[in-house]
């Protein structure tokens, strides 16, 4: 199993631009979700999936959409990057039962110039 | 509103017991205590989780205090691949406070 991967793991946007981060998770759970983390911070949530066909803001949605494509994969857009925007994103999955573990991806650095 | 506290760092001698403090003075009678982990640019990692009894697994050990205000992670026997930041949160497992909040976590060195 390749657990919750990532892409790309790099990128760098200019201001104005858009782009997609992909998220895809092979163990088959029901709840996906997107956290940015700022230098020296914790992980702040941006939006989550409880399940396919759902999805819900977190601490921190303005400037992002998202999409719940399938069971396995759930992308997070930027329509119109800014500066603000430059972090580290990772996404990550879990059984809707919060008794269960949520299991991370390895990231997604994006800078914004 | 910060539901936990955390000293910002400390250190440990390899090969001995790392005991990482965690406060949670206004934890409710529902929430769990929860410590993940994350490792240099790496996704955080789950270690264990709680409600009023002590926890153990093949990670490490949660002590929690009879008044739920506070806890302690134990790692027995701390190597090089444990340092790395621990955040410890405060969840419940229904409604708006399921969400895993992150806060700033303690940073753990351990040295050789």
């Known amino acids: 199993n390749a657990g919750v991967t990532q892409t790309p793991k790099f990128q760098v946007l200019k201001t104005g631009q858009s782009m997609t981060l992909q998220c895809a998770q092979d163990?088959?759970?029901?709840?996906m979700y997107w956290y940015r983390q700022d230098p020296g911070m914790g992980l702040r949530l941006i939006y989550y999936s409880a399940s396919e066909g759902t999805t819900d803001k977190g601490e921190v949605p303005n400037g992002y959409n998202v999409s719940r494509l399938n069971k396995r994969e759930f992308s997070l857009r930027l329509e119109s990057a800014a500066p603000s925007q430059t972090s580290v994103y990772f996404c990550?999955?879990?059984?809707?039962?919060?008794?269960?573990?949520?299991?991370f991806g390895p990231g997604t650095r994006l800078t914004v110039l | 509103d910060a539901k936990t506290t955390q000293p910002t760092s400390m250190d440990c001698a390899e090969g001995r017991a790392a005991n990482l403090p965690c406060n949670h003075s206004?934890?409710?009678?529902?929430?769990?205590v929860y410590w993940y982990r994350q490792i240099h640019s790496q996704g955080p990692q789950y270690i264990i989780h709680g409600l009023k009894n002590n926890e153990t697994n093949e990670m490490a050990s949660l002590i929690i205090t009879e008044d739920r205000k506070s806890s302690t992670l134990i790692l027995p026997h701390a190597t090089l691949r444990d340092t790395a930041v621990y955040y410890c949160?405060?969840?419940?497992?229904?409604?708006?406070?399921?969400?895993?909040?992150f806060g700033k976590g303690i940073t753990l060195s351990v040295r050789p």
């Open positions: 163990m088959n759970h029901n709840s």
């Open positions: 949160i405060v969840r419940s497992h229904t409604g708006a406070n399921s969400k895993l909040t």
């Open positions: 990550a999955s879990s059984e809707w039962n919060p008794d269960h573990e949520q299991f």
């Open positions: 206004t934890i409710s009678g529902n929430e769990y």
